[in-house]
């Protein structure tokens, strides 16, 4: 220990506080509570051995900065902020919970359900978070097979004419053209919130009822629509044994780590029923070389603060460590207007029969997924190792997996809406937060060397970790001005190649030009190729992406004005048998191959064009 972190600790308070450790150039590296200051700190400096994580951070310590609070909880609290706005590397960092998905229904005088995420704050319905796109899907599912509610958009349901398939196949119950009133819609509406809220007792009765009146007034159409729901509702509990549960609703979480990658499950049960998990790999948990208690502890604790900021918390909550369970309890004692609690739930960690049952089911998966992981990072692994030694460097496991590679590609449709992507590959695995779309502004249209210029302009002014290796999509003229914007702004050690397609566009047929250093590399093998392709792909596909959503938003044209062979007369047909583009894209190649003018294989097209 050097001599300013000892006249440091010499000055730290034995009290509750937050401290930071800082690198170069002010960077943080860690953000860390201590219910002791100066025990906790000291601590880092002792003569015991740490693990890879915590040496490689102290190897880059510059300074140590520290705050005091008055409780340990507030230090919670503080941390959790700073970890939020700060972002260090050294700390155990998710993706925002934004990723959630909602199931919505709409403020509407005949409400619609649909998949959602975003903002809540509309007067909409919303139940979840749900685990996973699926589950949410399911449930709509399950509420159009039993309550008959539309899933169209306002646009489709305010202009239908006529009855839609979802009304064919019983799964609507067609407000759109009057052939259910408001009132009786509404009703269902009702029913469905029950459902979602897990209340089958009280719309068993309810439904039952109904269906004695509506015979006893010799109404038997009706009472066959009550019965019809009441059979539909039971074959649903019985298939998913949601009676057998005395708490109905509750979230579980599990944390783990492969000695890797360090990653928590989130499963959800709703109603009795298990609506499957989500798997949040941490952004830099890679290389951390630690299972220790205190690393996943740390991780589960912001993993729960961060999910139930803005959530409504379930009466029952699950998790697999004691400690996060002790540190979760101090941030709901202190933060009960932030979070929202309106009733503390039940916090188990060791839960019995069923619960029990759905908690090991959620930690099969995780350790599942953590083997996946590690599989699909040794083959990242081996292929980069291809390319390193392609390009002739001589690098260790550690400056391998800080090996950074960025690469742009320019995509466009019909010289509109462009856009450049910037994808990311780090630690042995694709960088998704990382990842950065360029929309071009300046560039005129179809201009793809103009839209590559502004793009790596504006990627090179930002104060940025600069990447060793740049790939370009094209040839030796988007090459060029790769080597023209690097040396503008005098980044010299970056290798720069251009990867420009093959005969055909098929994959390892592809040529590679490299900068004017390292000309003399020659044509890489074929695993490297195949690595360097695998990349320039994931560039393409991510380009696409940002050029497709921004043409959806900006523009009255559909997906199908894209599907070369589509005109509007195919369009319009498509649209009137399926109802919308929702119904479109849940179709089979057979269904859409139905429609009169769409042939077997124009339907192939525009299946494997939705679904790319």
Request: charged share 25%.
């Amino acid at each position: 220990m050097s001599q300013k972190f000892a006249d440091i600790i010499n000055i730290l308070p034995k009290t509750p506080g937050v401290y930071k450790f800082l690198g170069s150039d002010k960077e943080v590296l860690y953000v860390g509570k201590a219910k002791n200051l100066k025990k906790r700190v000291s601590s880092y400096f002792s003569k015991g051995s740490h693990g890879p994580r915590t040496s490689h951070m102290l190897s880059k310590l510059v300074s140590i900065e520290f705050s005091e609070v008055r409780s340990e909880s507030e230090a919670l609290l503080l941390e959790n902020n700073l970890i939020k706005t700060l972002v260090p590397r050294y700390n155990i960092l998710f993706r925002d919970d934004k990723s959630y998905p909602l199931l919505k229904i709409s403020n509407h005088k005949f409400p619609r359900i649909s998949f959602f995420r975003g903002n809540t704050e509309t007067s909409d319905k919303f139940f979840g978070p749900y685990p996973n796109a699926w589950a949410v899907k399911e449930s709509i599912q399950l509420l159009q097979k039993i309550f008959k509610l539309r899933d169209c958009r306002d646009s489709v349901f305010s202009n239908r004419s006529r009855p839609c398939i979802q009304y064919q196949i019983n799964r609507c119950s067609a407000p759109c053209v009057g052939l259910i009133s408001e009132t009786h819609y509404a009703e269902d509406v009702t029913r469905s919130i029950s459902f979602l809220n897990g209340n089958f007792s009280e719309i068993f009765e309810e439904l039952t009822v109904l269906m004695e009146e509506a015979a006893k007034f010799l109404k038997f159409e009706k009472a066959k629509e009550y019965r019809d729901q009441i059979t539909a509702l039971s074959k649903i509990i019985q298939r998913n044994n949601m009676e057998s549960s005395n708490d109905k609703d509750c979230d579980i979480f599990v944390v783990a780590s492969n000695g890797i990658f360090v990653a928590i499950n989130t499963a959800t049960v709703k109603g009795g029923r298990y609506l499957g998990d989500k798997i949040s790999f941490a952004h830099n948990s890679e290389r951390m070389g630690l299972n220790s208690q205190e690393v996943l502890t740390e991780a589960l604790t912001y993993f729960l603060i961060q999910y139930y900021e803005k959530k409504v918390l379930p009466s029952v909550i699950i998790v697999n460590n004691k400690s996060a369970i002790e540190n979760f309890n101090k941030w709901l004692d202190l933060s009960p207007k932030e979070a929202g609690i309106q009733k503390k739930p039940r916090l188990i960690f060791a839960p019995r029969s069923e619960q029990g049952n759905w908690a090991e089911l959620a930690k099969q998966n995780l350790t599942q997924a953590l083997v996946r992981k590690a599989l699909e990072a040794n083959s990242l692994k081996d292929r980069l190792q291809y390319l390193i030694s392609f390009l002739g460097l001589d690098l260790d496991d550690e400056q391998a997996l800080r090996f950074r590679i960025e690469c742009f590609d320019v995509s466009h449709l019909s010289g509109e809406a462009t856009y450049c992507s910037c994808i990311v590959f780090q630690n042995c695995t694709l960088q998704t937060t990382k990842y950065r779309k360029y929309k071009i502004k300046t560039a005129k249209a179809n201009d793809d060397y103009g839209a590559l210029k502004e793009a790596l302009h504006r990627r090179f002014r930002e104060a940025q970790e600069i990447p060793d290796l740049l790939i370009i999509d094209g040839g030796k003229g988007q090459l060029a001005i790769a080597e023209e914007i690097l040396d503008n702004n005098s980044i010299l050690d970056v290798i720069t190649l251009g990867i420009a397609k093959g005969e055909g566009r098929k994959v390892g047929l592809e040529t590679v030009f490299f900068d004017k250093r390292n000309k003399d590399l020659g044509q890489p093998d074929q695993n490297a190729l195949m690595f360097l392709a695998y990349l320039r792909d994931e560039a393409h596909r991510y380009a696409i992406l940002g050029m497709r959503n921004y043409k959806r938003k900006t523009s009255k044209k559909s997906i199908l004005d894209e599907i070369e062979g589509i005109g509007a007369v195919r369009k319009k047909r498509l649209l009137e048998r399926f109802g919308g583009l929702r119904e479109i894209e849940k179709a089979s190649v057979d269904e859409l191959s139905s429609v009169n003018g769409v042939s077997l294989a124009l339907a192939g097209k525009i299946y494997s064009y939705i679904h790319q």
